[in-house]
């Protein structure tokens, strides 16, 4: 162990540091330092490169990131700026989980450690910044799902467009290889979904949840459909709409403020579509969702679901988590077995499945590099707390699907009740 000698005096150094190695000797490879408020650094371990620093902002923040010891405690601390993370931050998150995992201890040792923890400071932390949602309302109910929406998406339109791609896309990329530039990314996505669609010209498609009109946009220009999407945040709807203005389709297609629960042309679309919208839907619901799909579309019509999942063996974590308290307040991750289930129940063929993990966590990483490197931007356009909270989330959702916490699924279904599905032998007109 190598470290800058504390000043004698300073009561709150030496506590601070013995915290640190009691928690932290059984931790390997120690590759990280740690700084303190007043300089005093921790290096990593000997001949190990720190691939972070974790930066300690006051005497006090050990006690914030510990107590109480659980996941939301350790994120408060960090948006809040108890604590910052200098370098990559995925890098942290190895640390995170070993943290969060916890190790049998005596206790003697939980004794111990508690003591030293309580011996710091407290700090009232500032209320200035991104707050805890608050929805009211029963629990995915049209009034609270507008909520929940607005929270996350009505954060602003300039913000996103910060570190999202030129067509702002807010989800998974599709990568032909792990360097590809992040625009060729998303545009490959676009197509690739149109292509599983196998969209033609004049049929009618619905987009379930179309953000900024990426796709739908996409799909009027190159493959000449008639597009509805639907959202339930205003300033996404009003962006989406101006750009499709801009790009002459206004005639072709258009995005609407609409819960998927307030549209019924039944039979009326030859397509479906919802790429990241599956998770707002909420588990119980699933069965509905599904249902509602499936009568929307005309006989021999397909509908893409693109929606994250939770890997369910694995244990989750159990109270709220920093991302639904500040994130997305009411998302619930369904495993894909529970997806495919409630599809099936619903009337659907699973005509394909397919992961995209590995793309997901490149995509969240273009993300959070964008984001990092518009910093002073994002913190004028909204402020350091929210500036924080998307890092994080970010983040620690790149290390979910790195690990295989996290996977994300399209899954293409087919409305036919007979015989013959309609669809050719094989997917080459995918890939073509």
Known sequence: MQERKAKDGDRAVRTALRFLQDLLGDYRPRDFAVRLWDGTVWEAEPGRTAHFTLVLKHPGALRGMFWPPNELALAEAYVYDDFDIEGRIEAVFGLADHLLAGRRRSAVDRLRLGARLLALPSRKRPRAGRRVARLRGLKHSKARDRQAVAYHYDVSNDFYALWLDDRMVYSCAYFASPDEDLDAAQ?????????????????????????????????????????LGITLSEPQTELANERIRRAGLAGRCRAEVHDYREIEEWGSYDKLVSVGM????????LSEYFRRAYRLLRPGGVFLNHGISRNPNLPTRRGLSFVQRYVFPDGELAPISATLRAAEDGGFEVRDVESLREHYALTLGHWVRRLEARYDEARKITDETTYRVWRLYMSGSAHGFTTGRLNVYQTLLSKRDWGESGLPLTRDDWYA
């Open 187 to 227: 545009e490959r996505k676009l197509d690739y979904v149109c292509r599983k669609l196998r969209l033609r010209r004049g049929e009618r498609l619905l987009d379930i949840g179309c953000g900024w009109g990426g796709l739908i946009i996409h799909a009027a220009r190159r493959y000449g459909v008639d597009a």
């Open 278 to 285: 599956f998770e707002h839907v909420g588990e119980a619901l």
